[in-house]
């Protein structure tokens, strides 16, 4: 056993004697490790290395999280919900400061209840993505009265203005020297002519008819544990759980779950908006979420489809232009085949605008 990872551990005030410690998953941000503990009434633990270059403000991470989890876990109590450790995650807090993380010279450092006998999921299919609607609705929805202001762990995060200005700065300077190239400006020309439409977003917030609330903002089928009977259990993966627009942890779902191939499949005539998915999202969505949307954002959800795969066009293309300095490439125009896989999704997605507003109509009924 890793006597740097058990010295880690130790700093925890966690119960049971660490028997064995062993990498756990295949996530790229953090790096994972299963702590299994010697006593069978002692629960296991997940220790993670949070990754402080993506995420500069790990303690302002973690107040988030404890915010989030303590108030999730506060309502599970009140309705009488039995084993909240394995509906809510818990973070196990340091035994000198009392922190819900460690800093050592390897990095930040915390450690969680793992959950037993759960699984996730990599492939959607309409079932789960019924369950994953409506775990994100629920999950927004027990947060709507949170009684404390979240921090935004990554400034301007899903902020379309911003994220213009940036591929309009990155423009002007072409250190790649790709500007030129005839597709990167006719993928402009598409950009720019949708440009003002899809910042609504934010100017309905600067004019207050648009709240934040507390989004999850990465919402993958595979940030949530499902129990072996296929109940989801609960959503995992906290780290930009911050205010936002709804339309994040809608949007982003669908984008991902509902592109018929994988967002850098190059072959652009198989790239489709799956709209059984997006019924099967919706519904489940809407069902547990509907109490507390308001009108302006239950109108939008078409728009919020669209706004992402717009967003990580433009995010992509982006780095394009940069030199790809953001998202690891395996050749040379990666990120220019994600980008038009996205302009692809996004011209799906415009032809089944009508189909969507028709559908929302019917589940409001
Ligand atoms: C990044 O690599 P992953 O799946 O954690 C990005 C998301 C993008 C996604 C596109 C912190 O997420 O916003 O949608 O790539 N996360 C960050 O593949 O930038
Ligand atoms: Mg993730």
């Not at 629960?43 to 990754?51: C, F, G, I, K, T």
């Not at 775990?135 to 009684?147: E, H, R």
């Amino acid at each position: 056993m890793d006597s740097k990872l058990t010295a880690i551990v130790g700093q925890f005030a966690y119960e049971g004697t660490v028997s064995e410690i062993k990498p756990l998953g295949e996530g790229l941000i953090n790096d994972t490790y299963k702590v299994k503990t010697a006593e069978p009434d002692k629960p296991d633990y997940v220790l993670q290395r949070v990754n402080h270059n993506v995420f500069p403000d790990v303690d302002m991470v973690m107040r988030n999280i404890d915010a989030v989890t303590s108030h999730i876990r506060k309502k599970l109590t009140e309705q009488g919900t039995t084993d909240i450790d394995r509906k809510v995650l818990r973070f196990i807090p340091a035994k000198g400061d009392g922190k819900l993380y460690v800093k050592t010279d390897s990095g930040y450092w915390r450690l969680m209840v793992f959950i037993d006998d759960a699984i996730t999921k990599q492939a959607v299919n309409p079932e789960s993505s019924r369950a994953a609607g409506k775990a994100f609705g629920n999950f927004q929805a027990m947060l709507a009265d949170i009684p404390v202001q979240l921090g935004e762990t990554i400034k301007d995060f899903h902020n379309m203005e911003f994220r213009l200005e940036q591929l309009r700065d990155v423009i002007k300077r072409d250190p790649a020297g790709r500007v030129k190239e005839e597709r990167v400006q006719k993928m402009l020309a598409e950009i720019e002519k949708r440009a003002d439409e899809m910042c609504k977003a934010e100017r309905m917030g600067r004019e207050g008819t648009l709240p934040k609330r507390v989004c999850h903002c990465d919402t993958k089928v595979n940030n949530m544990m499902f129990d072996k009977q296929d109940n989801v259990l609960c959503v995992i993966d906290l780290d930009t759980v911050m205010p936002n627009f709804i339309f994040s942890d809608y949007g982003d779902f669908l984008r991902t779950a509902a592109n018929e191939v994988a967002e850098d499949c190059p072959e652009m005539d198989k790239v489709k908006f799956r709209m059984d998915i997006f019924k099967a999202f919706t519904e489940g969505y809407l069902e547990s979420a509907k109490s507390f949307l308001l009108p302006v954002e239950i109108e939008n959800l078409p728009y919020a489809t669209a706004l992402f795969p717009y967003m990580q066009c433009v995010r992509f293309l982006w780095d394009y232009l940069s030199g790809d300095k953001y998202w690891k490439c395996q050749y040379p125009d990666h990120n220019f085949v994600r980008a038009n896989n996205q302009l692809h999704l996004l011209l799906s997605i415009e032809k089944s605008y009508p189909e969507m507003q028709a559908f929302i109509a019917g589940c409001l009924r």
